[in-house]
């Protein structure tokens, strides 16, 4: 699976911002997908992630009731709406897909996702 993020870009806080990961190969529906971001400076985090067939959403406290995350497997997409921007939402996000063998409470584990997007700059202006 390859995949590759977009819809990143500059934001005055307060607003909204879709992102887009777009996967390729036959196998995507059956990936769990995550969204993680990274800030300059700081670890990779998770975001948020959406089960392999769209009917399961966790997301991280700093993104619960802002974010949102759905998947369209017809067209292999991936999606993340983020409303509310903040200042601290800034970072470089990437989408990323796990295999749908791992239990979900290797939901946030960076080293069970096995595919990565080359990721997305979202910078929020305050």
């Known amino acids: 699976v390859q995949l590759q993020a977009s819809g990143g870009g500059l934001v005055q806080a307060g607003g909204s911002l879709s992102l887009s990961c777009a996967a390729s190969?036959?196998?995507?529906?059956?990936?769990?997908m995550g969204w993680f971001r990274q800030a300059p400076g700081k670890e990779r985090e998770f975001v948020g992630r959406?089960?392999?067939?769209?009917?399961?959403?966790w997301y991280a406290d700093s993104a619960k009731g802002r974010f949102t995350i759905s998947r369209d497997n017809a067209k292999n997409m991936v999606y993340l709406r983020m409303n509310s921007l903040k200042p601290e939402d800034t970072a470089v996000y990437f989408c990323?897909?796990?295999?749908?063998?791992?239990?979900?409470?290797?939901?946030?584990?960076?080293?069970?996702?096995?595919?990565w997007g080359q990721g997305t700059q979202v910078t929020v202006s305050s």
């Open positions: 990323a897909a796990q295999p749908g063998y791992y239990s979900d409470i290797y939901e946030q584990d960076l080293s069970k996702y096995i595919y």
């Open positions: 190969g036959r196998t995507f529906s059956s990936f769990r």
């Open positions: 959406i089960s392999a067939g769209g009917g399961s959403k």
